[in-house]
């Protein structure tokens, strides 16, 4: 639970600027921000603190939010998320990537492994942790009213050292250093396979469906990128795409209003009765049926 200290601190309004900033911080509260907000992707980076009960749900999974949680969104991952609870307090900042490069320092952060498409996004912190990250918010909070004209440069800051706090609540997991080609192309491969998605349009279409376009788009042969991507990942490079295909599929039937035949469309299927198959073999249900 929220101490009633933070719980007052989060009381406090926050004035907005006249005309559009790259960077905002506002306050969550549950009764004014209660309901789903609806599965897409954003076209800005997210840190959030909240207090819960909410849950957030990804393409390949949904994590319940049951106690105070820190979360970083990025906004190639898509993600709906639903407030369960009237009494949800919280603090959010949204920033955009220019707000962090206008620094040449910190545009480093960006890649951390919190922004990455593949990791964990969610954290819960521990009572100190907590108090610490909202200090963090109030003083962002603090510098976004006044008008100091360096401003956003200490709220730069202040967005670092949050996302350093948030690298402390991860495992201790040493950086991936790609010391040969099969993981250089490893690597390759699975960040132009990530760039596909979120399909968010219907009339996007899956540009690279099969390992021979990968292959032509790195300008290599495909078996040199079949065995590379193997022999780094234990799985075969038409494996990833298909799990990558089916994972967009499902999210896009969950939580889409868009007819099974335009889904076969974006995913790169001539015709429905294709993609159903696919998903059939791959899942063991019809599209019609996980939508159902």
Same mark, same amino acid.
């Given at each position: %639970? ?41 076209? /800005? ?21 049951? &106690? ?10 898509? /993600? @709906? ?39 964990? &996004? ?5 009572? @100190? ?37 948030? %690298?402390?609540? &991860? ?11 099969? @993981? ?86 001539? /015709? ?21």
């Amino acid at each position: %639970m929220i101490n009633s200290k933070i719980a007052q601190a989060l009381s406090v309004p926050v004035k907005y600027p006249a005309g559009t900033t790259p960077f905002n911080v506002q306050i969550i509260k549950g009764g004014e921000n209660s309901g789903s907000m609806p599965y897409n992707r954003r076209d /800005y980076y997210k840190i959030w603190c909240i207090s819960g009960p909410a849950r957030i749900d990804y393409a390949d999974k949904s994590v319940e939010i049951a &106690q105070p949680a820190l979360i970083f969104s990025n906004p190639l991952v898509p /993600y @709906s998320f639903e407030n369960q609870s009237s009494e949800l307090l919280g603090r959010m900042c949204i920033f955009t990537d220019e707000f962090i490069k206008a620094n040449e320092r910190l545009d480093s952060i960006l890649e951390s492994s919190l922004f990455r498409t593949t990791s964990d &996004q969610v954290f819960f912190p521990n009572e @100190s942790q907590l108090s610490f990250i909202y200090m963090i918010y109030e003083k962002m909070v603090e510098e976004f009213n006044s008008g100091y004209i360096y401003k956003l440069d200490i709220i730069r800051n202040y967005v670092n050292l949050m996302i350093h706090e948030g %690298m402390k609540m &991860q495992p201790a997991l040493s950086e991936t250093h790609h010391h040969n080609a099969a @993981s250089r192309i490893a690597s390759l491969f699975l960040e132009l396979l990530e760039r596909q998605f979120p399909i968010d349009s219907p009339q996007y279409v899956l540009k690279l469906r099969k390992a021979n376009d990968y292959a032509e788009s790195l300008s290599i042969h495909v078996n040199h990128l079949n065995n590379a991507v193997r022999d780094v990942t234990g799985k075969t490079t038409t494996a990833h795409i298909t799990d990558r295909i089916i994972n967009e599929a499902k999210a896009l039937l969950r939580h889409t209003n868009w007819s099974i035949s335009d889904i076969a469309y974006c995913l790169g299927f001539d /015709y429905a009765n294709y993609f159903n198959s696919f998903f059939k073999k791959n899942t063991g249900i019809t599209p019609l049926s996980l939508r159902k």
